[in-house]
Nanobody, 120 residues
Framework: QVQLQESGPGLVKPSQPLSLICTVSGGSITTNYYYWSWIRQPPGKGLEWMGAIAYSGSTYYSPSLKSRTSISRDTSKNQFTLQLSSVTPEDTAVYYC????????????WGQGTQVSVSS
């Protein structure tokens, strides 16, 4: 049973970077052929896929967020991270990490989500 858990600050100031960690248990983030994504949901809006890192370490990003987004991993800790720079109140959302068999879609395991608020 794969489990994912997001962690990080719940409140970030505008213009500051956001860093979140997803800790994975029950499966390795290097196992073929899985992808590990960051997805967010702003209040009252739908899910937005942000990016992913593959079992191989390759990264994929949403075009709308690519310039501000960096996904990396620490295989020794079975964790992958999200860094989002220059945040604004529009980045306020519940942030999820998830697993899939493709970079963008078909997520099968999700974390519970973590609320991130960007203050004005």
């Amino acid at each position: 049973q794969v489990q994912l858990q997001e962690s990080g600050p719940g409140l970030v100031k505008p213009s500051q970077p956001l860093s979140l960690i997803c800790t994975v248990s029950g499966g390795s983030i290097t196992t073929n052929y899985y992808y590990w994504s960051w997805i967010r949901q702003p209040p009252g809006k739908g899910l937005e896929w942000m990016g992913a890192i593959a079992y191989s370490g390759s990264t994929y990003y949403s075009p709308s967020l690519k310039s501000r987004t960096s996904i990396s991993r620490d295989t020794s800790k079975n964790q992958f991270t999200l860094q989002l720079s220059s945040v604004t109140p529009e980045d306020t959302a519940v942030y999820y990490c998830a697993r899939s068999e493709a970079p963008v879609e078909f997520q099968d395991y999700w974390g519970q989500g973590t609320q991130v608020s960007v203050s004005s």
